[in-house]
């Protein structure tokens, strides 16, 4: 059973870090484009990160280049968000999700999302 489970949210401090994780199940998320997707509240969801399949090229909305971070765990079949220098505006659910075919953003399964709180 293909699953998705993100963890690692929290409540931080502007200036703060936090890293969620993504730990995959019933498939190997190096064969596919593994994306971390957001969603403030009230706002629709805005694309954060890519990681490819294969070589795990990295690709990162304007938004959160240079702060953020995507890598992966083969072994743990894991993929992490590093995300650094966090502001208000991060504050959002961050879902992980499994594209359908290369890096199109068109997901077949998600995660069912870890929050995040960016706040003094």
């Known amino acids: 059973q293909v699953q998705l489970v993100e963890s690692g949210g929290g409540l931080v401090q502007p200036g703060g870090s936090l890293v969620p994780t993504c730990a995959a199940f019933?498939?190997?998320?190096?064969?596919?484009?593994i994306s971390w997707v957001r969603q403030a509240p009230g706002k629709g969801p805005e694309w954060v990160s890519d990681?490819?399949?294969?070589?795990?090229?990295?690709y990162y909305a304007d938004s959160v280049k240079g702060r953020f971070t995507i890598s992966r765990d083969t072994a743990k079949n894991t993929t992490y968000l590093r995300m650094n220098s966090l502001t208000p505006e991060d504050t959002a659910l961050y879902y992980c999700?499994?594209?359908?075919?290369?890096?199109?953003?068109?997901?077949?399964?998600w995660g069912q999302g870890t929050q995040v709180n960016v706040s003094s």
């Open positions: 990681t490819s399949s294969g070589s795990g090229y990295t």
């Open positions: 999700a499994r594209n359908v075919r290369g890096g199109t953003h068109r997901y077949d399964y």
């Open positions: 019933g498939f190997t998320p190096k064969n596919y484009y």
